[in-house]
């Protein structure tokens, strides 16, 4: 880079007599808008087709067309950009609902079983229950048998005469006999 006092010395004639640039009449290069509708136009012409149609054109002409081709290319890349999110968006709603109604359906279906496996535990007790009372009974009725046997083996031999036993509760003096022939059938 040249310091500052080179530069001023330098002839102004000789960076004035066409070298670098040549300047371009204002109704030869096209306006901006039309610059800009070119490039919003699906058929946009190449920076090489502008250049052309403007004849080269100065540095900050160029720099500004530039600039509005990122401008409008950063629109586009937005406006992707902004649907891509928006059907992101839509697909994790969608399954966000596909969940929560299979949510719904298995909170269902948990519900059902938990009321079965109550139910399944409140007849597991009721059975136990039952079946408590008929190892009882069934108990009873062996030794109620046992005693009977042994009644038969071995006579009473006793001077005394002894007192007739006491009926059983709930009937005849042959009730003992009933209730034993209904458990042994």
Not at 50 to 64: L, R, W
Not at 122 to 146: F, H, P
Not at 158 to 174: D, F, S
């Amino acid at each position: 880079m040249l310091p500052v006092h080179e530069a001023l010395d330098f002839d102004l004639d000789v960076m004035t007599s066409g070298f670098g640039f040549t300047p371009w009449a204002p109704d030869t290069c096209p306006t901006l808008e039309q610059l800009m509708a070119t490039a919003a136009s699906p058929a946009s012409t190449s920076s090489d087709d502008v250049s052309a149609a403007c004849g080269g054109g100065t540095v900050e002409e160029e720099e500004e067309r530039r600039r509005q081709r990122r401008k409008i290319s950063n629109r586009l890349s937005a406006q992707r950009s902004r649907a891509r999110k928006q059907r992101r968006l839509e697909e994790l709603r969608e399954t966000s609902a596909r969940l929560r109604a299979e949510s719904r359906g298995l909170a269902a279906r948990l519900h059902a079983v938990a009321r079965h496996a109550l139910a399944a535990r409140c007849q597991n007790a009721r059975l136990r229950a039952e079946a408590a009372a008929l190892a009882r009974r069934l108990r009873d009725a062996r030794r109620l048998l046992a005693l009977q046997r042994f009644a038969r083996r071995q006579p009473y031999v006793t001077t005394t005469p002894l007192a007739p036993p006491p009926p059983p509760p709930g009937g005849a003096p042959g009730a003992a006999a009933a209730v034993l022939a209904s458990l042994m059938a």
